[in-house]
T-cell receptor, first 113, second 115 residues
Framework: NAGVTQTPKFRVLKTGQSMTLLCAQD?????MYWYRQDPGMGLRLIHY???????AKGEVPDGYNVSRLKKQNFLLGLESAAPSQTSVYFC????????????FGEGSRLTVL | DQQVKQNSPSLSVQEGRISILNCDYT??????FLWYKKYPAEGPTFLIS?????DKNEDGRFTVFLNKSAKHLSLHIVPSQPGDSAVYFCVSASAGGTSYGKLTFGQGTILTVHP
């Protein structure tokens, strides 16, 4: 049972380049989320999805786009990367009507030069 | 505006002793609180939670205390073990928020338990 899997684990980009982070979960969860973690700031919600075909903005959505074409996958895209998007990105999933217990992936470290 | 604050960036404790991690929050709408634990190079994992209608919740060596009047939350680990060394995040949510994972994370406290 893999749980939540994120790819890639590490990536270095130049300013202006684009990329996509892939999140896959095998727990049949309805809800999926993308967070970013920056030093001294905890985790902040970027975008989330409450089901296949739906997405919504979180706390820090600017500069990111997401898609949930399949229930098990949640993609996070950066169309034109900026140094301010250097961070560690975490994907998470949870059951419908969850209790706040999210299941996180191992994280993806992105550096934008 | 940091709505959940963990004012101690780090805590060092001897094995077998009690670890107390503290958290303060400012939003009175928060009605559910959680602690997450994170090891290096791994994602956070859920540890324990408490609803605002309670003032204490216990799970094995872990106990969370909630003081609503002071807007203060604490996690007690007794006895502490070297394997407890990790970053601990205090997390809060408001009604409806838990259903969408709109959790507010504190900055985290690095706990080191020495053998």
């Amino acid at each position: 049972n893999a749980g939540v899997t994120q790819t890639p684990k590490f990536r270095v980009l130049k300013t202006g380049q684009s990329m996509t982070l892939l999140c896959a979960q095998d727990m049949n969860h309805e809800y999926m989320y993308w967070y970013r973690q920056d030093p001294g700031m905890g985790l902040r919600l970027i975008h989330y999805s409450v089901g296949e075909g739906t997405t919504a903005k979180g706390e820090v959505p600017d500069g990111y786009n997401v898609s949930r074409l399949k229930k098990q996958n949640f993609l996070l895209g950066l169309e034109s990367a900026a140094p301010s998007q250097t961070s560690v990105y975490f994907c998470a999933s949870s059951y419908f009507r969850d209790t706040g217990e999210l299941f996180f992936g191992e994280g993806s470290r992105l550096t934008v030069l | 505006d940091q709505q959940v604050k963990q004012n101690s960036p780090s805590l060092s404790v001897q094995e077998g002793r009690i670890s107390i991690l503290n958290c303060d929050y400012t939003n009175s709408m928060f009605d559910y609180f959680l602690w997450y634990k994170k090891y290096p190079a791994e994602g956070p994992t859920f540890l324990i939670s408490i609803s605002s209608i309670k003032d204490k919740n216990e799970d094995g060596r872990f106990t969370v205390f909630l003081n609503k009047s002071a807007k203060h939350l604490s996690l007690h680990i007794v006895p502490s073990q070297p394997g407890d060394s990790a970053v601990y995040f205090c997390v809060s949510a408001s009604a409806g928020g838990t259903s969408y994972g709109k959790l507010t994370f504190g900055q985290g406290t690095i706990l080191t338990v020495h053998p």
